[in-house]
DNA sequence: CAAATATACCTCAGAAATTGATATATCAAA
DNA sequence: TTTGATATATCAATTTCTGAGGTATATTTG
């Protein structure tokens, strides 16, 4: 994540809303799939992604396959029900948080 | 703050765009301010407000005038000419946040 | 085929920001 | 007179991210 100072936080949410909707993907196919929905501009640094990960899972929100393809591992991740559950509290929490945004910041921000 | 994990690093653009709109103001003055404009559900923590606003101020984003109210001393902040520059900026590396964040989450958040 | 690039996982030191607790002190109102 | 609001501030612990580095396999390209 390069955007600086601000949005420290919304990493755990984006990897819970990408397999809320992917059902399963690994650590990897994660960074480019926000790479390419954001047009590149958002970039998920691996640095932060794994840690985020394993403490997703130690929390018990996610879930970890491990597949071999080819002649190397990957992890599959999925959500849990308690991270399905979690994922939905989430959003809304952002949500919540957009409008008191908006409500201090007024002008540029609204909900759809 | 008490909004948990997400969210974090939106505090010093509170300050500065709450400076924007009313030039002078106390630290106190602003976590009412915050709880105020957002009916109580938005709170600043001053364990996290003090530091920020030294923070601000050690970058010149910030200058503080002394002020001898009754028997006490208040510490108003108004912004710099830097802070100003910067708080438009600020607001601007958000609203495209806000934009990554929709493309990521889709349902919900949408620009005004 | 060799080299470069992409895929895929990971850790760690240091930086930055926040929480929650604690401390101090004034002042108004019950 | 003591409670609660006003007003400032620091500190240890925690969380999270950045930036760097490390390992290894797979694929593309000159």
Known sequence: MNNSQLYKGSLSLIILKLLEEN???YGYEM?????EQTGGELVINEGALYPALHKLEADGLLTVAVEQVGNRPRKYYSLTEKGEAETINRLEELTEFVKHMQLL???KLSLG
């Open 23 to 25: 059902k399963r993907m």
């Open 31 to 35: 960074t480019q799939k926000v790479k």
């Open 105 to 107: 910041l007024n002008p």
